[in-house]
């Protein structure tokens, strides 16, 4: 059996969920190739990150369902958000990415019953399943998924309705990992996920204990905090603040969003500036090798330029790169009862451009604006990389 994979436009949790599937494929001897004319059977992978990538998945969706009719999978995120937009263009098999797993894509082994190899006998990947799937294709820095899908609820996110509610890895399956990870000479190890604040409540466990636990395994390597949500520097203050001081945490990205209080509450979040400021500044005092980023939302609906500007001087006084994303608003989601009050789309094309001007002239720091000006975020890794150097030798 020959099977291609279409590109795709997943986040990295889901091309580690994508690279286990072809690694359970190749188990039960069948191949994936690199030519579509040369396969047998093809998976459709889907992405519902940004309006964009949700576009890109029904034109590939469109592209590939006629000429391999009966034949074709359409897997991701896309299935689960939008089932009935789904339904309309391709009534063949479908694969989501929720479950009650901590991992994606389980629901594929029903597609194939011939198949000896469990997909949950697969383990975990730390690495992606091609070379073109990196930013910065480097083996020595390896990106461990600790759990899928999110706690949160977000009114705006386009995400969760994707992957569902968080699902925790055991503590003792990420160890193995790690255990792998030592054995490869891996020198940079990266805790990630959709969310990671609130790992392993749902299987007796904590981030904060996570974390001790990588970081006394082994002093061989540095560790990357991911996604880490404010709620968890509220919930784990002085445990957490112990271990984002240890110098090997070397990069910390903790999403604010925004500080006002009043547009948080529109996204359904906790507004936690109070904890997190104070927060940064200790860490940044004793952990001068760390780079500390944000996430921030810009252009909520109803926003004023003083909140705004609130939001930008906050990450700029605390972190060392800010992406900042303009609000995209889906009629699918609950926050779509703002869209009367929404900025155009020209306009949040302004406000970003000027918050990234902003933001490069008053504070120096590395700024972009993410997946929706890929060219910044192509720059900001160049910059990223320089200041880690710079810190390295401090």
């Not at 990069?251 to 925004?258: A, C, K, W, Y």
């Not at 940064?280 to 003083?306: C, F, Q, S, Y």
């Not at 094309?349 to 993410?370: F, L, N, P, Q, T």
């Amino acid at each position: 059996m020959k099977i291609y994979i279409t590109d795709d436009d997943m986040c990295t949790t889901q091309k580690l969920n994508l690279a286990r599937v072809q690694r359970w494929l190749e188990a039960n001897g069948a191949s994936v190739v690199d030519d579509v004319d040369a396969a047998d059977r093809l998976l459709c992978m889907t992405c519902n990150g940004w309006s964009l990538l949700e576009q890109n998945s029904y034109d590939r969706i469109n592209k590939y369902k006629d000429s391999f009719k009966g034949e074709m999978i359409v897997m991701g995120c896309i299935v689960d958000a939008h089932p009935g937009k789904v339904k309309e263009m391709f009534d063949g098999p479908v694969v989501g990415t929720k479950g009650d797993k901590p991992y994606s894509f389980a629901d594929i082994e029903a597609l194939f019953p011939d198949f000896e190899i469990k997909l949950a006998d697969v383990p975990a990947q730390s690495v992606f399943r091609r070379k073109e799937d990196y930013r910065d294709f480097n083996l020595s820095k390896r990106f461990i998924n600790i759990a899928e899908g999110c706690a949160f609820s977000c009114t705006f996110c386009t995400h969760k309705p994707g992957l569902g509610n968080r699902r925790s890895r055991p503590l003792d399956d990420i160890m193995m990992q790690i255990e792998q990870c030592v054995r490869e000479d891996v020198k940079i190890i990266n805790l990630m996920g959709m969310e990671t604040s609130l790992y392993g409540i749902d299987v007796g466990s904590s981030y904060p204990e996570l974390l001790r636990a990588v970081l006394e395994y082994d002093e061989s390597y540095q560790v990357h905090v991911a996604q880490f949500q404010p709620q968890g520097i509220y919930r784990y203050y002085d445990d957490l603040l112990e271990l984002f001081k240890n110098k090997r945490v070397t990069d910390i990205q903790v999403p604010i969003q925004s500080v006002s209080a009043r547009v948080m509450k529109m996204m359904n979040r906790r507004e936690l500036s109070q904890y997190v400021g104070p927060f940064m500044k200790e860490v940044r005092a004793v952990n001068t090798r760390a780079i500390l980023r944000t996430d921030v939302i810009i252009g909520w609906p109803t926003e004023t330029e003083e909140e705004r500007l609130a939001s930008l001087d906050f990450a700029g006084q605390h972190f060392d790169e800010v992406a900042l994303y303009s609000i995209e608003l889906h009629p699918d989601l609950p926050a779509w009862k703002y869209a009367a009050d929404a900025f155009s789309p020209e306009e949040l094309v302004r406000i970003r451009r000027e918050s990234v001007a902003y933001m490069s002239d008053k504070y120096g720091i590395v700024v972009h604006s993410g997946q929706q000006e890929d060219n910044m975020m192509k720059d900001a890794e160049q910059k990223r990389m320089k200041l880690r150097e710079l810190r390295a030798a401090s």
